[in-house]
């Protein structure tokens, strides 16, 4: 269960391209895609999905590998298991799984909290990741390669297919790339409406999923705020707006000014009055 799509598409009158998808994939290549640091990505958090949900999820659909490698010296397996080799090694991973499940529901009635109960689950988790960029030659040279893991190499090509068959928004002068906010939205109200309701919905990944297509905006403007007050800022970092120089960085972003970097202090949070009001100012300031 590996899959891409675009959930915001724009581009510059200078051509620079900005995107966002959204990714499904196992929880087991998460930390190869967190060490490409041009990418701004909100997760899927152990931290914030109920156990029960987790139990559910790695038990109904467990992430599995696509390629069964035979065992050889280097990072990459060019030879894959035959099929009775493939069939005893998925029965033992799954009976690892059961066991798993059995002892994370033993803790749970213990009354262990979710973000340590949910960590001994994580083998057999999907990741719900969104992630935005400008620059996508670096990611696609090594993990669209034959020495990349095959599970990173599908998402990659995916990620590729979908951007290929997407055509961007072109913005103009006052407009912004906010993933998670449609057309009516967008126009309803200043910048700063569609922007509070991206970086709350990119935030929501963390802990629900987007495919119910439930909306409550009075509780993503709220979501908005906390977020801004408590210093969570890679929300922030989705929502852009092209710059007059197309070759111009702006945090991870190129050609496009990225929001986070517009706000005071958003690097280095201070817990104190000050900052939070200047950062709650900024906030409500017209963009």
Known sequence: M?????????????????T??????PRFIHS????????SRNAASSRAIPVARMLADVTE????????????????????????????????????????????ES????????????????PWQHMATVVTATEWANFKALRINKKAQPEFKELA?????????SNPRILHAGEWHTPYVGDEERTR????????????????????SHETGLVDVPADLSRFDALLASGHMSPFEHQARPLEDPMEWSGNFRGFEQYRKM?????????????????????NTKL
């Not at 590996?2 to 900005?18: C, T, Y």
């Not at 966002?20 to 994939?25: P, R």
Request: proline share 2%; with cysteine; aromatic share 6%.
């Open 189 to 208: 109200g200043d910048n700063h409406y569609a922007i509070k309701l991206s970086v709350a919905r990119c935030a929501r990944v963390s802990y629900k």
């Open 32 to 39: 190869e895609l967190m060490t490409h640091r041009l990418f």
């Open 20 to 25: 966002t998808l959204s990714l499904k994939y």
């Open 157 to 165: 090509v995916q990620m590729q297919e979908a951007m290929l068959k």
């Open 61 to 104: 659909e467990p992430a599995l590998p696509i390629y069964w490698g035979k065992n050889q010296k280097g990072m990459a397996a060019e030879e894959e298991l035959n099929e009775e080799e493939k069939a005893k090694v998925l029965k033992t991973i799954l009976l690892l799984r059961d066991v798993s499940v059995k002892m994370v």
């Open 263 to 283: 706000i005071p202090g958003e690097a280095i949070f201070d817990e104190g009055e000050g900052m939070t009001s200047a950062r709650l100012h900024w906030s």
């Open 107 to 122: 803790l749970n009635d213990i009354g262990l909290h979710k973000q340590t109960a949910n960590r001994y689950l994580e």
């Open 2 to 18: 590996i899959s891409a799509s675009v959930v915001a598409d724009s581009a510059s009158a200078s051509g620079r391209r900005i």
